[in-house]
């Protein structure tokens, strides 16, 4: 049987390189560019080990693994993070939940790395170590304004995570990127099982023509005003009011904020 391996990162050219590197040790590659189409190609499994980038865009690598992890309950597929920023300075990579850490660096001894690294793995596959290790590759230090740049994110992150509206950010296909712990409390369903869901599938049906209005009467044009609807959600009823989310005023998503959340 043919080996599988996925590689997950929003660097076309490290796809392509990680993605050689693996077809040259027999592996069928599944490609993808970015946390979103990652938890897509999920779906095309079984692998035999998934690689993919901690930070990326619309869903990162934590929220990449917590699906994968989920997903791959009961089978021996080994998960890898790899990042060139982010992994060093981490201190609880348990929360992460990759089975294995390699920092980025210079190409050349990059290959060598994980070719040595997944060599180990095809010899002598089993349990990953309880204890997570990062497995350098030297060379490249994290940059102090990436490093600013991803505590500004993971603040504003905490924010939106501890407001009292619950919210959910959908991409241009309404599927859902992101989930706040409010909006969680009101959906059967943890975050892992809500990710690049189609967000009329998280609804009642009763309520999915609402929701199918309020998204195209915010689609016409952005910016435009919001839409308001009411739904009942576990037992609660919640306004649910739809906004276009638009950057560089073109539409780039919808954010969907639930009044009544918490109460």
Not at 100 to 107: N, R, S
Not at 116 to 131: K, N, Q, W
């Amino acid at each position: 049987m043919n080996k599988k391996a996925l590689v997950v990162d929003s660097d076309f050219f490290f796809v392509e390189f990680l993605s050689g590197l693996l077809e040259k040790r027999g592996y069928q590659v599944c490609k993808a560019y970015d946390g979103k189409q990652g938890i897509a190609s999920l779906d095309k499994g079984p692998y035999d080990m998934v690689f993919a980038e901690l930070v990326m865009p619309k869903v990162d690598g934590r929220q990449f693994f917590e699906v994968a992890r989920r997903r791959f309950t009961g089978n021996r597929c080994p998960l890898v993070a790899l990042s060139g920023t982010l992994v060093e300075q981490m201190e609880d990579l348990d929360e992460i939940g990759a089975d294995y850490f390699i920092a980025k660096g210079p190409i050349a001894k990059l290959s060598i790395r994980l070719n040595d690294f997944i060599a180990e793995l095809e010899s002598h596959p089993g349990p990953a170590p309880v204890e997570k290790i990062i497995l350098q590759t030297g060379g490249v230090f994290p940059r102090r304004d990436a490093m600013e740049l991803l505590g500004s994110l993971e603040f504003y992150r905490a924010a939106v995570n501890c407001l009292g509206v619950g919210m959910l950010i959908l991409d241009k296909d309404t599927r859902i990127l992101n989930v706040n712990a409010a909006a969680l409390s009101l959906f059967d369903r943890p975050l892992a099982d809500l990710l690049n869901l189609p967000v009329m599938d998280a609804f009642p049906p009763n309520r999915s023509g609402d929701l199918s209005s309020a998204l195209k009467a915010t689609a016409r044009r952005c910016p435009s005003p919001p839409s308001a609807f009411f739904a009942g959600l576990k037992g609660r009823m919640v306004r649910a009011v739809l906004s276009p989310l638009c950057l560089n005023a073109q539409p780039a998503g919808w954010v969907l904020a639930l009044e009544g959340a918490i109460g």
